[in-house]
């Protein structure tokens, strides 16, 4: 601590302890990762002056910052962010994830005029310029702070993204791109640039969230009566479904984690994250075989698919310990999607049917006879 009491902290030790608290503290699933540093810095902050920081004297002052913050009183906050999507394309939105999600054609008018406002300098942030025909998307939730509401609305829409995504890949066929820019597998993406306003339409601090990796607009899906018909009939199936699982929570995470995988632009990227919905999917298990083995089991030629799916864990393997990569990795990846998929639909047909594995949460679905060995 310095004279006047000011406290700093130097040496690169400092910053991989910081990193390291933020990981292993414990805090309430409601405070966001954006919250979690500040709890972190201002615990530490407050136990240097007065004295040594020792784990005695900063677990007891994380929590009392922690009850601090979860002890404020929820309030209304709007998030605006953007889709690819044409406003004359028929969108539903949704209650059903913790916020109310709207698709207006326009927003009104004590919303567009402060977006816009910040959009001037928001669009230092990115490497393109945003993109000028996605259409706005209004998010509404209830939350202690702006980075919390930012948190819990885009969330909520990452979901039901996801859920657009999945009934429009499933209803498209593999690709195969010969040359030009790569484009990601999802059609419906995010906006690159996200503000949160109060319900005036007012900005409570001058922030705003943005995608650092949006390098650049896609065309938005146009107006298609059959996808519409596909993306309505999906959504309203597995909201349904959704309503009567009992490890919900989990399957929410499986979609948004399949929607995130496939808008990377960066197919051995998609790769790698999408593998991990396969790992979400069978329960996280010991070893990476119980993950084909599960998977496999859900085909009843599950021995020619366990020997795909023992190809494609060799490639992920391969990918990550030797930084290889793979000419036919587009391929590859449609080929991963397509058991993702097969695997998220399963849990929402069949989760009536399982039983509880070590996970207090995730069940992994019992399948009969067509389980070669049993999980």
């Not at 040496?11 to 309430?28: I, Q, R, S």
């Not at 709207?102 to 928001?122: D, G, Y």
């Not at 929607?259 to 996280?284: I, M, P």
């Amino acid at each position: 601590m310095e004279p006047g009491g000011k406290v700093s902290f130097s040496g690169f030790e400092f910053y991989g302890a910081l990193g390291l608290l933020e990981d292993c503290v414990d805090f309430h699933p409601e405070i966001p990762q954006s919250e979690v540093r500040g709890l972190v810095w201002g615990s530490l902050v407050e136990c240097a002056r007065s004295g040594k920081i020792t784990a005695d004297r900063f677990l007891p002052v994380a929590k009392k910052q922690e009850l601090g913050l979860l002890r404020r009183k929820k309030r209304r906050y709007v998030v605006i962010t953007s889709l690819s999507a044409s406003p004359s394309l028929e969108l539903h939105g949704s209650r059903s994830f913790r916020a109310s999600i709207t698709l207006p054609v326009r927003l009104p008018r004590r919303f567009e005029a402060e977006r816009t406002r910040i959009m001037k300098r928001a669009r230092q942030s990115l490497h393109a310029s945003p993109p000028e025909k996605y259409r706005p998307v209004r998010i509404s939730a209830m939350a202690r702070s702006m980075d919390e509401a930012a948190d819990v609305a885009l969330r909520a829409f990452d979901t039901l993204r996801g859920i657009w995504n999945l009934a429009r890949n499933l209803a498209r066929g593999q690709r195969e791109t010969v040359s030009g820019k790569r484009k990601p597998v999802n059609g419906f993406l995010l906006g690159p640039v996200h503000t949160v306003h109060l319900p005036s339409g007012a900005i409570e601090r001058e922030r705003w969230w943005y995608e650092p990796d949006y390098c650049g607009g896609i065309s938005p899906v146009g107006p298609d009566e059959r996808l519409e018909k596909a993306i309505h009939s999906v959504q309203r199936y597995i909201l349904k479904r959704l309503s009567k699982i009992s490890y919900r929570s989990d399957l929410e995470e499986m979609i948004r984690r399949y929607n995130e995988s496939l808008d990377e632009r960066s197919w051995e990227t998609a790769f790698l994250k999408l593998w991990y919905v396969l790992e979400l999917g069978t329960d996280k298990p010991k070893y990476f075989t119980d993950v084909t083995r599960r998977v496999a089991s859900l085909f009843r030629d599950w021995e020619w698919h366990r020997a795909v799916l023992n190809d494609l864990r060799e490639r992920r393997n391969s990918m990550i310990h030797r930084a290889e990569s793979f000419e036919t990795i587009e391929r590859l990846l449609y080929s991963l999607k397509e058991y993702a998929e097969r695997l998220v639909l399963f849990h929402l047909t069949k989760a009536d049917e399982t039983h509880q594995t070590e996970s207090p949460r995730l069940r992994w679905p019992v399948i009969g006879a067509r389980t070669p060995r049993q999980s």
